[in-house]
């Protein structure tokens, strides 16, 4: 009793102090943050995260509030189906969601601007910002998707009463290191989450071990399996249905989010002689699309004549790198094979069930950290291939090219995994109703 007495003392302790840290720096920058405000030097994303704009907030609605929060791009789409299943089995509650990077607005602003009650930018971690968007917001719930945990704002919640749900819960090798370090005040960040939703048993088991009762955690599953099916006739690829009609490739290969250092691996695939009259189609979809020029520019140093889409790339272009946003999961559904970028560099990989979705057997480099459960879970359903470097990469083009019916077949396989997956959410919406009755 003495024990747990002196680590709730010491982790009341080490809160106080972040939260006087987080004053002393509000009250340090803020003379920085309005010069460059008034000279608009600031970006709007930290401007809206350091005194959040709350003013549509405001709004009287008497209906119950769900605030979802999804860091960046790939947590707001995990994010999507939840919406959506919330949106149709309880219309009678209020939406609002934030995410905390220029891509997750985006996201958020393309998919779901007439499908929410309003859409923002998170707080930063400190009282004053953290405390104006919950007295705006006044949610009776809070929902983390993935990843995105700050102590003074679960502090914060716990003291207004407002439950807080964590779903895809993620917790990796490496995180779980991190968490413990900063166990003094992670650890009660935790533990004022009602219930958990862990995306595989291994997250799960760590959460576990991060102090997080066995009571605490909901069936585990993925989001991320729930998602719509790529629909390869969406209008905003028409253009490159029609660019694509008329090349007429033989091989659609795919690469997608890929990150700058990656193009020497796809480069030494595409150079090689046994790739010569391939009639191969090779579409390069950078993670940030602002990047497209650069990956230009490295693209044709290695060698390579790449063509950037919105230049209106020649029919015979071989390379050619989509430069926007928001297309990747249905662009997979034209393909015939995908490479999976961030994991040729140690960038951790990104999600491999969008191009399994679409029915195309998937590459990864090394790096795939963030997606070991899922990763390994597609392979052994012969939907995914690791691969090392590119000699092993061109190997395994060459045969799906060769051998198109084993190629068909690996991505049927991938597709299946992500199908016998789903159904997570019905579980996380079925325990958002009961808690919602439960507080009426």
Request: proline fraction near 8%; charged fraction near 25%; hydrophobic fraction near 45%.
């Amino acid at each position: 009793m003495t024990k747990n007495r002196f680590s709730m003392a010491l982790a009341w302790a080490g809160l106080a102090l972040y939260a006087e840290m987080l004053r002393f720096l509000f009250l340090l920058f803020l003379p920085l943050v309005l010069v460059m405000s008034l000279f608009r030097a600031l970006p709007h994303r930290f401007r809206a995260r350091f005194w959040p704009d709350v003013g549509p907030l405001t709004q009287k609605d008497t209906r119950p509030c769900i605030w979802i929060h999804a860091l960046s791009l790939g947590e707001m789409l995990s994010a999507l189906p939840l919406v959506e299943a919330l949106r149709e089995k309880r219309p009678d509650i209020r939406l609002v969601c934030t995410a905390a990077t220029r891509s997750g607005m985006e996201a958020a602003q393309k998919h779901l601007k007439n499908r929410v009650a309003a859409i923002h930018y998170f707080p930063l971690d400190h009282p004053l910002a953290v405390h104006r968007m919950l007295d705006a917001l006044a949610p009776d719930l809070f929902v983390l998707v993935e990843t995105d945990l700050w102590p003074y704002f679960m502090h914060a919640l716990s003291r207004r009463k407002i439950p807080a749900l964590w779903v895809n819960a993620r917790i990796s090798d490496k995180s779980l290191k991190g968490y413990a370090r900063l166990s003094l005040l992670m650890g009660p960040a935790m533990t004022r989450f009602e219930a958990i939703v862990p995306q595989s048993p291994e997250d799960g088991l760590r959460l576990q071990r991060l102090g997080v009762g066995r009571e605490r955690l909901l069936p585990w599953g993925n989001l991320k399996h729930d998602r719509a099916m790529p629909d390869p006739l969406n209008p905003d690829l028409e253009d490159v249905r029609a660019w694509i009609l008329r090349r007429r490739p033989a091989f659609i290969w795919i690469c997608g989010s890929l990150h700058p250092g990656e193009e020497p691996f796809v480069a030494k695939v595409l150079s090689h002689p046994c790739m010569e009259g391939r009639n191969l189609l090779t579409l390069v979809v950078p993670r940030h699309p602002e990047k497209s020029p650069e990956f230009e520019t490295r693209f044709r140093s290695l060698g390579l004549e790449p063509w950037i889409f919105s230049r209106n790339p020649p029919s015979e272009a071989s390379l050619v790198i989509l430069d926007r946003m928001g297309i990747l999961n249905d662009l997979y559904a034209l393909g015939h094979g995908a490479l999976v970028g961030g994991s040729f560099v140690p960038l951790r990989g990104h999600n491999p069930l969008e191009p399994a979705m679409a029915e195309v057997p998937v590459l990864m480099g090394p790096h795939r950290e963030d997606f070991e459960e899922s990763w390994q879970g597609l392979c052994a359903a012969g939907g995914g291939f690791g691969v090392k470097d590119a000699d092993e990469m061109r190997e395994r083009l060459l045969f799906w090219m060769d051998h198109p019916l084993e190629g068909r077949e690996a991505g049927r396989a991938g597709r299946r995994f992500v199908l016998e997956g789903r159904g997570v959410v019905s579980v996380i919406v079925d325990w958002i109703g009961k808690r919602l009755e439960r507080a009426c």
